[in-house]
Nanobody
Framework: QVQLVESGGGLVQPGGSLRLSCAAS????????MAWYRQAPGNERELVAH???????DYAHSVKGRFTISRDNAKNTVYLQMNSLKSEDMAVYSC????????????WGQGTQVTVSS
Protein backbone atom coordinates (compact mmCIF):
# COMPACT_ATOMS: atom_id res chain seq x y z
CA GLN A 1 0.00 0.00 0.00
CA VAL A 2 1.28 3.44 -0.95
CA GLN A 3 0.08 6.57 0.77
CA LEU A 4 0.40 9.90 -0.97
CA VAL A 5 0.04 13.22 0.81
CA GLU A 6 -0.26 16.41 -1.21
CA SER A 7 0.41 19.90 0.07
CA GLY A 8 1.05 23.37 -1.26
CA GLY A 9 -2.32 24.33 -2.65
CA GLY A 10 -3.96 27.61 -1.90
CA LEU A 11 -5.12 30.93 -3.25
CA VAL A 12 -2.95 32.78 -5.76
CA GLN A 13 -3.52 35.72 -8.07
CA PRO A 14 -3.44 35.29 -11.83
CA GLY A 15 0.16 35.28 -12.98
CA GLY A 16 1.36 33.97 -9.65
CA SER A 17 3.13 30.75 -8.71
CA LEU A 18 2.58 27.78 -6.44
CA ARG A 19 4.56 24.63 -5.77
CA LEU A 20 2.67 21.46 -4.97
CA SER A 21 4.31 18.58 -3.15
CA CYS A 22 3.38 14.92 -3.07
CA ALA A 23 5.08 12.86 -0.39
CA ALA A 24 5.00 9.09 -0.80
CA SER A 25 5.09 6.57 2.05
CA UNK A 26 7.48 4.34 0.10
CA UNK A 27 10.63 4.89 -1.85
CA UNK A 28 9.68 6.49 -5.14
CA UNK A 29 12.34 4.35 -6.78
CA UNK A 30 9.72 1.62 -6.59
CA UNK A 31 7.11 3.74 -8.39
CA UNK A 32 7.17 3.54 -12.17
CA UNK A 33 5.25 6.73 -12.87
CA MET A 34 4.18 9.59 -10.67
CA ALA A 35 1.72 12.07 -12.01
CA TRP A 36 -0.36 15.10 -11.19
CA TYR A 37 -3.98 15.24 -12.25
CA ARG A 38 -6.52 18.00 -11.80
CA GLN A 39 -10.26 18.25 -11.82
CA ALA A 40 -12.32 21.39 -11.93
CA PRO A 41 -16.05 21.41 -11.09
CA GLY A 42 -18.05 20.07 -13.99
CA ASN A 43 -14.94 18.86 -15.81
CA GLU A 44 -13.38 15.46 -16.24
CA ARG A 45 -10.14 14.67 -14.49
CA GLU A 46 -7.18 15.77 -16.59
CA LEU A 47 -3.60 14.51 -16.60
CA VAL A 48 -1.41 17.54 -16.01
CA ALA A 49 2.10 16.10 -15.90
CA HIS A 50 3.94 12.90 -15.22
CA UNK A 51 7.46 11.77 -14.45
CA UNK A 52 8.83 8.26 -14.80
CA UNK A 53 11.30 6.49 -12.56
CA UNK A 54 13.88 7.22 -15.23
CA UNK A 55 13.16 10.93 -15.07
CA UNK A 56 11.22 11.29 -18.31
CA UNK A 57 8.58 14.00 -18.09
CA ASP A 58 5.58 14.99 -20.14
CA TYR A 59 2.92 17.66 -19.83
CA ALA A 60 -0.55 18.54 -20.94
CA HIS A 61 -0.45 21.02 -23.78
CA SER A 62 -2.27 23.59 -21.68
CA VAL A 63 0.52 23.74 -19.07
CA LYS A 64 3.65 23.24 -21.16
CA GLY A 65 6.18 25.95 -20.51
CA ARG A 66 4.45 27.02 -17.30
CA PHE A 67 4.50 23.91 -15.09
CA THR A 68 7.45 21.74 -14.14
CA ILE A 69 7.29 18.32 -12.53
CA SER A 70 10.29 17.06 -10.63
CA ARG A 71 11.21 14.45 -8.06
CA ASP A 72 13.44 14.32 -5.01
CA ASN A 73 14.26 10.66 -4.50
CA ALA A 74 15.88 11.26 -1.14
CA LYS A 75 12.65 12.78 0.18
CA ASN A 76 10.31 10.42 -1.69
CA THR A 77 8.57 13.50 -2.97
CA VAL A 78 7.35 14.74 -6.31
CA TYR A 79 6.77 18.42 -6.97
CA LEU A 80 4.72 20.43 -9.40
CA GLN A 81 6.00 23.96 -9.86
CA MET A 82 3.24 26.06 -11.36
CA ASN A 83 4.08 29.46 -12.80
CA SER A 84 2.04 32.05 -14.67
CA LEU A 85 -1.14 30.63 -13.23
CA LYS A 86 -4.40 31.32 -14.99
CA SER A 87 -7.99 31.13 -13.85
CA GLU A 88 -8.41 28.00 -15.94
CA ASP A 89 -5.77 26.27 -13.81
CA MET A 90 -8.08 26.42 -10.82
CA ALA A 91 -8.92 22.86 -9.76
CA VAL A 92 -8.31 20.16 -7.20
CA TYR A 93 -4.88 18.73 -7.93
CA SER A 94 -4.23 15.10 -7.07
CA CYS A 95 -1.10 13.03 -7.03
CA UNK A 96 -1.04 9.56 -8.54
CA UNK A 97 1.47 6.74 -8.27
CA UNK A 98 1.56 3.88 -10.75
CA UNK A 99 3.39 0.67 -9.95
CA UNK A 100 3.79 -1.99 -12.61
CA UNK A 101 4.87 -5.46 -11.59
CA UNK A 102 3.01 -8.60 -12.56
CA UNK A 103 -0.05 -6.44 -12.01
CA UNK A 104 -0.76 -2.74 -12.24
CA UNK A 105 -1.57 -0.79 -9.11
CA UNK A 106 -2.24 2.89 -8.78
CA UNK A 107 -2.68 5.04 -5.77
CA TRP A 108 -4.13 8.49 -5.16
CA GLY A 109 -3.63 11.26 -2.71
CA GLN A 110 -6.48 13.20 -1.18
CA GLY A 111 -6.06 16.23 -3.42
CA THR A 112 -5.23 19.84 -2.81
CA GLN A 113 -7.22 22.85 -3.95
CA VAL A 114 -5.63 25.47 -6.17
CA THR A 115 -7.63 28.68 -6.48
CA VAL A 116 -6.57 31.35 -8.96
CA SER A 117 -8.37 34.58 -8.36
CA SER A 118 -7.74 38.28 -7.98
Amino acid sequence: QVQLVESGGGLVQPGGSLRLSCAASVSIFSINVMAWYRQAPGNERELVAHITSGGHTDYAHSVKGRFTISRDNAKNTVYLQMNSLKSEDMAVYSCNALIVTSTVADYWGQGTQVTVSS
